[in-house]
């Protein structure tokens, strides 16, 4: 699948990602924040629909009394985390997949159709970045976003072991 070709701005992913939180509804919910230095070169309103796609589904599947947690990082990583159902590791890469859901529509209000974490990943594909995406083991469940975002004078190293 050929890439596409996005803006070339520098965009400032701390400063996105803390005005996206800022934004996002998290009444009952405990939100953690850690946000490092992070500009990556890019399309300035694409990376912003990233943050909201994943912030919104942070939100939207978490549990009463849950958390979220948000990051960046000065070496390249963008990372977003909730609790919520548990999920098995194994239906992980489905949710990556277009209107894929890890269970079945109820069609009630503000349900979503399913495409966001797609949607997620081609942005990412767009801005030669990559996504991994992990299922939070434990009781609190949920699913752990990390993007890493290519960022001049930082090698590229693979940090699967982390997820």
Do not use: K, W, Y
Request: hydrophobic letters at 40%.
């Amino acid at each position: 699948m050929p890439t596409t070709r996005v803006a070339a701005e520098p965009a400032d992913q701390a400063g996105l990602a803390a005005a996206e939180l800022a934004a996002c509804p998290q009444e009952g919910l405990t939100v953690g924040r850690t946000f490092a230095p992070l500009t990556v070169t890019g399309d300035r309103v694409l990376l912003g629909h990233l943050l909201r796609n994943l912030l919104t589904n942070v939100v939207r599947h978490n549990r009463a009394e849950g958390r979220i947690s948000v990051s960046t990082s000065a070496d390249g990583e963008l990372t977003v985390s909730n609790t919520g159902p548990v999920i098995d590791p194994v239906d992980v890469p489905a949710l990556l997949e277009p209107f894929r859901r890890r269970a079945e529509r109820q069609h009630t209000a503000g349900e979503g159709a399913g495409p966001g974490l797609s949607i997620a990943a081609s942005t990412v594909r767009a801005h030669e970045a990559e996504l991994r995406a992990a299922a939070n083991p434990g009781q609190g469940g949920g699913l752990t976003v990390r993007v890493r975002f290519p960022v001049p004078g930082v090698a590229r190293t693979t940090r699967t072991n982390q997820l």
